[in-house]
């Protein structure tokens, strides 16, 4: 049986404002030829497809020319709810789906109803399960408190055990779930999923299966030859630029042996971070002209317009933080000082000092003390 495993699509996701569906669907374009180009059974999704509860209509409709692209090479496709879909909404129509070829499992009580796939070897069970919130799963299977994923993960996999057990002998099993192992490594653009307790599960949880497709972590991520996450097909955090973007490619033996390759995916535009003066910047980096860019500006006096002068040269600066290497964190404010003992002025030369890491000129004061009279002479004026 060949599977390729992908996870974490977030398709309608913004990245510092900037929409990214476009970048989505050619990517994942890509993705559905390698799953043509290389024959594979079954496409698997361990969550987040969507990013959001409710997608807008383009990021569905994009999703569905990607999903079709899959099915239209004959492949089977098993997904799941992740922690950013809603379960009711992604699994509507679920039933209907599956008759096309399409299996969405969103719903706790089906986590021991497998997809069952079949090759040449026999048949192979796949297990399709959704991210469980421990609160409501506690409550649907009457699991002693206090709920946490580990617990009810447990649970879960206690009633594949139990099914895969009535099954025919030699039939090869596979787990979807989207959690967050002990072990692995968070890549930065993750939504937590601790809700009232530790949001980690142990790998030894999923035991008894042939291969676990794991999803949530954005990294792809090896925890041993049955266990791994897909990651992300795309970055989704500048902490993630050094990432290698792709699909697990695997192969299960009729034995059950598990083997695996990645395949990358294109990368539509890179990320980049850069640090240094404005005027620096502008010189010296157009090289980054065509990447999505993150930028620290260590001007001893913050500059002004400062993105509109980088997007000049940078034209997909995205990011810019003022942080000088000579900048000192301003005292702690004195609260009873505060309205009390600072006249306007005080407070308008703080502000300014604390803003761009140095006091008011000579000059600056003046205009700050005009002000200050111009104000006072319009609050008396009426």
Not at 85 to 96: E, I, K, T
Not at 147 to 163: E, I, N, S, T
Not at 264 to 277: F, Q, Y
Request: proline share 6%; with cysteine; charged share 20%.
């Amino acid at each position: 049986m060949r599977v390729l495993h992908t996870s974490d699509w977030h398709l309608g996701r913004t990245f510092h404002g900037q929409n990214l569906l476009a970048d989505q669907e050619q990517v994942l374009g890509a993705l559905a030829d390698l799953a043509a180009e290389h024959a594979v059974d079954t496409v698997l999704i361990s969550g987040d497809l969507y990013d959001r509860a409710v997608p807008s209509p383009e990021t569905v409709q994009t999703a569905t020319r990607i999903l079709r692209r899959i099915r239209d090479a004959g492949i089977v496709i098993v997904a799941i709810s992740g922690n950013h879909d809603s379960a009711p909404r992604l699994g509507a129509f679920a039933d209907f789906l599956a008759a096309g070829g399409l299996h969405l499992r969103t719903s706790l009580d089906r986590v021991s109803d497998p997809v069952v796939l079949s090759d040449r070897a026999g048949p192979v069970a796949v297990y399709p399960l959704p991210y469980l919130e421990p609160d409501l799963a506690r409550a649907a299977w009457d699991l002693p408190a206090p709920a946490d994923h580990q617990r009810v993960l447990a649970a879960a996999m206690h009633r594949v055990r139990m099914d895969l057990a009535a099954r025919p002998a030699g039939t090869r099993s596979v787990v979807l779930a989207h959690a967050f192992v002990v072990g692995a490594i968070a890549g930065g653009s993750e939504r937590s999923i601790a809700v009232g307790g530790v949001e980690s599960v142990t790998a030894d949880v999923f035991d008894g299966v042939d291969y676990v497709a794991l999803g949530h972590l954005h990294g792809a991520q090896v925890l041993n030859e049955r266990v791994r996450y897909s990651g992300s097909p795309m970055a989704y955090s500048f902490s993630e630029a050094g990432h290698r973007k792709g699909a697990w490619l695997i192969d299960i033996a009729a034995s059950g042996a598990v083997s695996g390759r990645r395949l990358d995916l294109p990368v539509i535009r890179r990320l980049a971070s850069v640090r240094g003066r404005l005027a620096d910047i502008l010189c010296a980096r157009t090289d980054l002209a065509d990447c999505y860019v993150s930028v620290e500006l260590t001007d001893p006096v913050r500059p002004l317009d400062a993105m509109r002068r980088l997007r000049e040269v940078l034209p997909h600066a995205l990011l810019v933080q003022w942080l000088p290497d000579e900048r000192k964190p301003p005292a702690p404010a004195d609260p009873l000082a505060i309205g009390h003992r600072q006249t306007d002025l005080d407070v308008l030369v703080e502000f300014v000092g604390s803003s761009r890491g140095s006091p008011p000129t000579s000059g600056e004061r003046v205009l700050l003390d005009a002000a200050v009279a111009a104000h006072r002479m319009a609050e008396a004026a009426g």
